[in-house]
């Protein structure tokens, strides 16, 4: 039988995150919802952040910004399909 080997070492939990930027990548409406999908770069990644009307509702880390993108395009086409309009930034 294999035994369970058990590390010693604690997981790593960030207590304090100093992001480097954030910018907003799209804005989508419906008649009672609004969706913020936001970009912020951190000093080892960026993360991808979705609000849902003041709540963040996902956050996913990513290594690069183009991967991080890509999936907010992936995520603009979803919510497309499902009745939300795209409002265009200022």
């Not at 997981?11 to 480097?20: N, Q, S, V």
């Not at 709540?55 to 086409?77: G, I, M, P, V």
Request: contains cysteine; hydrophobic residues 40%.
């Amino acid at each position: 039988m294999a035994q369970r080997v058990v590390s010693a070492l604690p997981a790593a939990h960030r207590r304090h995150i100093h992001e480097d930027g954030r910018e907003t990548l799209a804005i989508f409406q419906t008649c009672n919802q609004t969706i913020h999908v936001v970009l912020v770069a951190l000093t080892d990644g960026v993360e991808l952040e979705v609000w849902a009307d003041g709540l963040l509702r996902r956050r996913s880390r990513f290594l690069r910004d183009t991967e991080a993108r890509k999936q907010s395009h992936r995520l603009a086409a979803r919510l497309a399909r499902r009745g939300y309009r795209r409002r265009f930034l200022r």
